[in-house]
């Protein structure tokens, strides 16, 4: 169904039926509409886009990609500008702020009102990542000894500008943040009544220094639609609304897996990175890679003589690894992933430890049992060959499951991002150690020099 209207769409811009597309996209969603701009050449961009009615161009113009905003920017004039920094939601302008070229920057403040500039430059001065630069100042904001019939009139009045109304926060005179009311309990309430009798006096609110992911996980945590942040004096300044959190939270999970596949985080989408781009993310981790990958040609190199004795030992290597390494990264992957939802913290490290250590003795055992059959199958009267490999598995299977589910915590102790203690890096590690027991046990119990 979405394909068919895109594919109309795109039909009406061809033939220029401007007043026909005017009308499809009165009746769409914001974002359906900047996914189908975004689409568009940049010459029939900017003319469908001056199409869009006001208040539905300030909208679609937030839910576009920074690209399509850049050119947008470049071909409006100054007060058509000035109209859409306005009119958007101040995280949306910080956020669009952050991505643009230097120039276009310049021309976005030149064209904003100084109240707007000088909150615009406010929010540019927080840390990257952290609840200063991902808030908005537009919410509702009570005092406590207001009525409730003078707080939906204080509502009624600000609601146009504001991104939340759901929830309005109780300051005193100095703004600091004193309680939280939603608009269920004051429209359940008498209109006489007090604001403070309504208000939960116990707010969860983060600081404006407060690293970003933790404010997503605060609204996981306790289900919130949006959190206050305050100064260091607890302050309000302004708040951040779920939709940010969850825009956060896709932002953090995309940049672990691309640290647990070795690559450096980008911020572009696949499509839209450069080829060099790509491989400046690459290269620097498949060079670590690489040059670890060495130990285990030099492991090799130093039982070469036990290859040539006997030979049959090679044939076992790919197997051992591969699984050396697949049962590693399985013990990574919820180690991080419980890290990252907090469930795990470093703490923990003896429990992980010491549940990674059961699993991997009963799946080590079974492992090694089922080759051993098979094996045995297919290698008749060479039990002890038999038996030093299955017993380097179980050894393998143990100590990569034992590496993959401590080094992320051990990672987070020495505040790194344990995201980077995933497959690769602990595929190279558990290779080397597998092959050391391999070889080891071997040249026990087949008496090889």
Known sequence: MKQELMKLLMELAEKRDYRTLKEKLSEMNEVDVAEFLDELTPEKRIVVYRTLSKEQATEVFSCLDVESQQHIINSITD?????????LFMDDVVDMLEELP?????????NATPDTRKLINQFLKYPENSAGSIMTAEFIDLKKHTTVEQAFAHIRKTAMDKEDIYTCFVTDANRVLEGVVTVRELL?????SAVEELMDPNVISVT??????????LFSKYDLLTIPVVDTENRLVGIVTVDDAVEVMEQEATEDFEKMAAMAPSEKPYLKTGVFSLAKNRIGWLLVLMISGMFTGAILQRYEEAFAVMPLLVTFIPMLTDTGGNAGSQSSTLIIRGMALSEIQTGDFFRVLWKEVRVSLLVGAALALINFVRLMIFYPGNFMLCLTVVLSMLATVIIAKAVGGILPIVAKVFHADPAIMAAPLITTIVDALSLVIYFNIAVQLLHLA
């Open 102 to 110: 230097a120039n276009v920057v310049k021309r976005v403040m030149q």
């Open 208 to 217: 404006t220094t407060e690293d970003q992911e933790v404010v997503a996980d």
């Open 188 to 192: 359940l309430s008498p209109y006489e």
């Open 79 to 87: 007060w058509e500008l000035g109209e859409i920094v306005e009119d």
